[in-house]
């Protein structure tokens, strides 16, 4: 049996020996079951945070002009405010104690006493109306040194008015109250609700009321020296408010630059200054005057003349000015028999 056994394991082992190799089949992955998860999906990117949907328009009364003014501080709705109140509050304390300085009896301690009461209470009065009016109604820059000027014309012609008819103190204080604050009205009513007034019409006025209180002055001094007798000086006085009123006039066809304006004014009026200073020292009666004035006139036509509006300047004209240069001066040369005595009168300097 143990012989049976050896054999049969020799067969076979010789059998598997004489087969050839066969590689080993490998079995193929089982199929996925019904089971196993999908794949994951890529998330979705980030979404944007949402807009901020605008507030819906307010719905209700609409808001009123006065209620969309921006103020300029929280005392004065413009900047030209201050002025006004400082303006009202002169004109009341000036005014006040003209009235309070009244021709009686009175002696000297009650007249100062009343005058000092009258002066507090009108620059109260008049300061609190003005104080109000800049906080309710914008006063701009330029406006406010208009109104200034009123009040200076305004009181000036007041005064000259009052010492014309002889008043007394008390009507004179009156009547200069009244006619400052024409003053000052006169150029709020001609200037409020058009914003501010340019610079260059700022000027203008300017210039116009100062030329009119020259040259009214030299020629009434002309008329003073031809026919002596008792001077009323009201025409110099009433001048510069009618300049002032020319001079607003004025700027309605008229727009010059401020640079201008203060040409056509410091140089006439130096030059009559001047002849009038020179002439003085020289020579008597109505020739002083006369030249002064001439020399203004004429200086004034000179400068308005080369301080004209070219236009663009082309490159020959450029050239042309380079070389070209006049200014009107002064001339003082001899004149008389004998060559005696001086002449002034205005000259042009020319440089080429």
Known sequence: MKSIALFSFLVSALAGAQQPDTPTAISPPPPPSAT????????????????????????GPAESSGARTVRYSRYSAGPGGLMLAFTEVISGIVSGSMIGATDNDDSSDEKDTKSF????????????????????????????????GGAITGFAAGIAIANSEDLSSKDRGLLSLVTTQAGVISVLAATTGGGDVSSGDTALVGM???????????????????????????????????????????????????????????????????????????ADGTTVPVTALAGIVATFGLTLLLTSDPGVPVERDNLRRASFQAMPVPVVMAAGRDNGSLAAGPGLFVLF
């Open 36 to 59: 196993t998860s999908a794949p994951e999906e890529p998330l979705p990117p980030p979404s944007a945070p949402p807009l901020v949907q605008p507030a819906p328009p307010a719905v």
């Open 117 to 148: 009461t009258t002066a507090m209470l009108g620059g109260l009065t008049l300061g609190t109306a003005g104080t109000l009016y800049q906080y309710f109604v914008p006063v701009e820059r330029n406006e406010s040194f208009l109104i200034a």
């Open 208 to 282: 116009t009321s100062l030329y009119a209180l020259t040259l009214t002055a030299l020629v009434q001094n002309i008329h003073d020296r031809q026919s002596p007798g008792d001077i009323s000086y009201l025409p110099t006085a009433l001048a510069p408010a009618f300049g002032m009123a020319l001079g607003g006039l004025l700027t309605l066809p008229l727009e010059l630059e401020p640079s201008r304006v203060f040409q056509l004014t410091l140089l006439p009026l130096g030059v009559g200054s001047a002849m009038l200073w020179l002439g003085s020292s020289l």
